[in-house]
């Protein structure tokens, strides 16, 4: 039974994207992998992922969020 090309291809040369990832920088305060390109941002020592920016400063200050009526 043959495998399927790419199958074949992986077996021989490993997986073909392997050198495309992006580069691994650390993680944040939530522990989410930041990677090359990602928007953070630096609490003293605290690295923060924009997205968790929100959630770091709940966290940590106990700031509360809500929209305005």
Known sequence: MCDHPI???????????AMDQPEHNGTD???????????????GEEMILKDNLEDYLSDVYGLEFTTAK
Do not use: A, C, K, S
């Open 7 to 17: 199958i074949e291809q992986i077996e021989r040369t490993g997986y073909p994207n």
């Open 29 to 43: 305060y939530f522990g989410y992998e930041i990677l090359e390109g990602d928007d953070i941002v630096i609490d």
